[in-house]
Nanobody, 127 residues
Framework: QVQLVESGGGLVQAGGSLRLSCAAS????????MGWFRQAPGKEHEFVGG????????SYADALKGRFTISRENAKNTVYLQMNSLTPEDTAVYYC????????????????????WGQGTQVTASS
């Protein structure tokens, strides 16, 4: 079992920035690829981005490239999501997810590839 706890969400004005953190516990963090998803009211879960086990490779939703950055510190069992130039369209609950991976360089993009999920943290960007 892996337990994931997100933090860092909140209310920000459009154009502002937030950094989300996700702390993992329970199993060897470095064995898991990590991802961020979001869900806005009335919409489906959306892939935001992911990072490989070895922290070298990342993948992002096309629409978010250049504004969002994912990083991880395996020594601290933590993954981060830096979000810049936020707009009201980024308002959503953001979820951290962990997926076991045999390959240190693989970045899962599909929800089904992640077996563990955090409880989510609300991000609201006001206009």
């Amino acid at each position: 079992q892996v337990q994931l706890v997100e933090s860092g969400g909140g209310l920000v004005q459009a154009g502002g920035s937030l950094r989300l953190s996700c702390a993992a516990s329970g199993r060897t963090f470095a064995n898991y690829a990590m991802g961020w998803f979001r869900q806005a009211p009335g919409k489906e879960h959306e892939f935001v981005g992911g990072i490989s086990r070895n922290a070298v490779y990342t993948s992002y939703a096309d629409a978010l490239k250049g504004r969002f950055t994912i990083s991880r510190e395996n020594a601290k069992n933590t993954v981060y999501l830096q979000m810049n130039s936020l707009t009201p369209e980024d308002t959503a609950v953001y979820y951290c997810a962990a997926g076991i991976s045999d390959f240190s360089t693989y970045v899962p993009r599909r929800q089904a590839e992640y077996g563990y999920w955090g409880q989510g943290t609300q991000v609201t960007a006001s206009s």
